[in-house]
């Protein structure tokens, strides 16, 4: 059974740093990853897709890398500022293909401080 | 292009009553799905649907019903509200099954049973 786990729940940094949300899987036959963004009270909003194929993304200030032999990948936000502040989320599909059912690591909430 | 279209945001019923939450996309995607999440538990999937008539379970499917009579519109019914289903739910859509597609949320439905 899938299982996804995020590290760590909860991070703090001081703006202007760059930072790491970790993200890891069990099942190393993915057809993609996707990292989310959460504000509270707020819907997901997608940041980036990593296909199977794919070892990394760029969107901005944001990279996403994808391992998928060791069963992990990490979001790098370069320059943070108090803006970035929101739960991330990392998630992998269910089974083959790309239905829309997704398994989701719980998150990691970031707080950038001015 | 509202995208996906949650209704409604805010809703506190009585245990025993029934009550839909709506959820309607104008993508013309094929694939949508329910999530609730919970503190702790993170998102999980209820229900999902890879086209109009096609629904199947997901992981935390008692309790809850669906249907899928347009490409447009999925609607999660509960039908005998417990406070266990005390929740933010979140509808999902996605276009067919290319990896490189991206799944677009709702911004929640709170849901409380008293």
């Known amino acids: 059974k899938q299982e996804v786990t995020q590290i760590p729940a909860a991070l703090s940094v001081p703006e202007g740093e760059n930072l790491v949300l970790n993200c890891s899987f069990t099942?190393?036959?993915?057809?993609?990853l996707q990292w989310f963004r959460q504000d509270p009270g707020k819907g997901l909003t997608s940041l980036l897709l990593?296909?199977?194929?794919?070892r990394e993304q760029t969107s901005g200030r944001l990279n996403a890398s994808l391992d998928k032999s060791s069963g992990r990948s990490t979001l790098y936000i370069a320059a943070s500022q108090p803006g970035d502040s929101a739960t991330y989320l990392c998630a992998v599909p269910h089974g083959s293909g790309n239905t829309g059912k997704l398994i989701f690591g719980q998150g990691t909430t970031l707080q950038v401080k001015p | 292009n509202a995208g996906v279209t949650q209704t409604p945001k805010f809703q506190v019923l009585k245990t025993g009553q029934s009550m839909t939450l709506q959820c309607a996309q104008d993508m013309n995607h094929e694939y949508m799905s329910w999530y609730r999440q919970d503190p702790g538990m993170g998102l999980r999937l209820i229900h999902y649907?890879?086209?109009?008539?096609?629904?199947d379970q997901g992981e935390v499917p008692n309790g809850y019903n669906v249907s899928r009579s347009t490409t447009e519109d999925f609607p999660l019914r509960l039908l005998s509200a417990a406070p266990s289903q005390t929740s933010v739910y979140f509808c999902?859509?996605?276009?067919?099954?290319?990896?490189?597609?991206?799944?677009?949320f709702g911004e929640g439905s709170w849901l409380t049973v008293v």
């Open positions: 990593i296909q199977s194929s794919q």
């Open positions: 649907s890879v086209g109009a008539g096609i629904t």
């Open positions: 099942d190393s036959a993915i057809y993609n």
């Open positions: 999902a859509s996605s276009a067919d099954r290319g990896s490189g597609n991206t799944i677009y």
